[in-house]
């Protein structure tokens, strides 16, 4: 069965706000390492501003640590950063796609609808943190139903099977991605909630910010009741996070 190891790669803290994190996958299998987002890079940490807007790095209140990583987290475990060959995207904004270009050989696997909005030059995107050319695998409408959702495989050739759930509207083509653990499953939603409080209210001081942050607000809403769906009707099964729930990050802070 393929490992899920659970890593921080970045923090963000907007102005008045909590202290958020970048929770991102790492997944270890005997056939090699791949990651679920990339986080703040240390390219990203190196040149902030040459990679990411200013007026975005202030109003999300990105925090440039290189131990904060997702390079620095795979040696910090022991394994090599150079055997992560495949990276899966919830989407490609800029604290989740900043570490694409640390893996610069990875093949980069997402929805089809996002990579078509990244390629449309939507302005949410970083388009430096795409120079290095990265190796886009589009996966299109799926057939695999997975709970009710219509899943997309992602066939990375591990021992457990990864799926990409569509889950859009904070962006076009936003995704969770599920990950097998013998009987039960890891989802992790991305952005489908910021706060997994927002799973028991639509009240939420952050509820504002995600439907302003949002591409498509009816879209997110209707994605955000299916997560609720999953988690009132699959516990048994599902185990959700988000990405940046500090409360959800095994171990934080360290
Ligand atoms: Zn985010």
Redesign the pocket.
Known sequence: MTTVHHINCGTLQAPGGPVAVCHCLLLEDPAGLALVDAGIGLVDCRDPVGRIDQRIIDIGGFRFDEADTAARRIEALGLRPADVRDIVLTHA?P??AGGLADFPHARVHLAAEELAAVEAGDFRYQPPQFAHGSRWVPHGPGTRDWFGLPARPVPLGFTSEVLLVPLFGHTRGHCGVAVRQGDRWVLHVG?AYYLRAELSTDDHPVSALAAARAADDPARRASLEQVRRLHRDHADRIDLLG??DSGELPGWPG
């Open positions: 904004d604290d989740h952005d990405y940046h």
